[in-house]
């Protein structure tokens, strides 16, 4: 597979991967929801195996960096009913077709866009930590997209605390995924490799995050990254609906 890909489309992915670190290593989350679509869109068999290696890339670094404001207690009832809701991504993985993921892929990005845009007021309580840690699990397994259930009941805390707990939260749950999918049959080395390639373009969008921090006001930010997400949403809901 790795061969079938041109340096163009090899290209389009890794503007999109970078894209998705630039924001990411800015806000916390926003890999998965740039470049999940695009990735989807050129390479739909190696989807989405592919972009969960490439998500282990930035929580590494980021708790590299520090550890401190980890929320220790929220991922102690975030991370158990990953477990189960993973289970159930993985199994939606080897049941639907290509053409279904990508709807649900889309559908799960317009969903997290409309979410974010809205900023519901969700308590942080053991409740809700639960159900976004099962909530996350499915939609992290079926399409790489695990951070907004999470994300969202921590918009209100300091952006330290948002990113280093994702970032603990990302590990254990990416793992999780490629272990389930893994056992599914539902990963090959052609993923491995491509995840290889394109690797540096995910750490370079990473590196430039701290000039956007420092430069760029948190409320032009975030519009412009919702605008990116719904759009390549629509495009791979589009793309989905014609080849059902």
């Keep these: 597979m790795i061969l079938e890909v041109s340096w163009g489309v090899w290209l389009l992915m890794g503007l999109a991967l970078a894209v998705g670190a630039l924001v990411q290593g800015t806000?916390?989350?926003?890999?998965?929801?740039?470049?999940?679509?695009?990735?989807?869109l050129l390479a739909p068999d190696l989807m989405p195996g592919l972009i969960l290696f490439l998500t282990l890339l930035l929580p590494v670094i980021t708790l590299?960096?520090?550890r401190s404001a980890v929320d220790v207690r929220g991922l102690l009832w975030a991370l158990p009913p990953r477990i189960p809701g993973t289970v159930l991504g993985a199994?939606?993985?080897v049941q639907l077709?290509?053409?279904?993921?990508?709807?649900?892929?889309?559908?799960?990005?317009?969903?997290?866009?409309?979410a974010s845009a809205v900023a519901l007021p969700l308590p942080l309580r053991r409740e809700t930590l639960v159900a976004a840690g099962f909530v996350s699990g499915v939609t992290g397994t079926v399409s790489s997209i695990g951070g907004p259930p999470l994300a969202l009941l921590y918009q209100r805390q300091p952006l330290e605390v948002i990113r280093q707990t994702l970032a603990?939260?990302?590990v254990a749950g990416a793992l999780l995924s490629l272990g389930a999918l893994g056992i599914g049959g539902e990963l090959g080395w052609g993923q491995v490799g491509l995840?290889?390639?394109?690797?540096?373009?995910?750490?370079?969008?990473?590196l430039l995050a701290p000039l956007l921090r420092r430069r760029v006001p948190p409320h032009r930010v975030r519009p412009a990254v919702l605008v990116v997400c719904g759009c390549?949403?629509?495009?791979?809901?589009v793309r989905s609906l014609l080849t059902w």
């Design 232 to 237: 390549s949403a629509v495009v791979l809901l």
């Design 168 to 170: 603990v939260y990302f």
């Design 91 to 93: 199994w939606l993985v």
């Design 27 to 40: 806000v916390g989350l926003g890999l998965g929801l740039v470049a999940a679509p695009v990735l989807t």
């Design 195 to 206: 995840a290889a390639l394109l690797a540096p373009f995910v750490v370079g969008g990473f």
């Design 97 to 114: 077709d290509q053409a279904t993921l990508g709807l649900a892929i889309g559908a799960m990005v317009l969903l997290a866009v409309l």
């Design 64 to 66: 590299a960096e520090g």
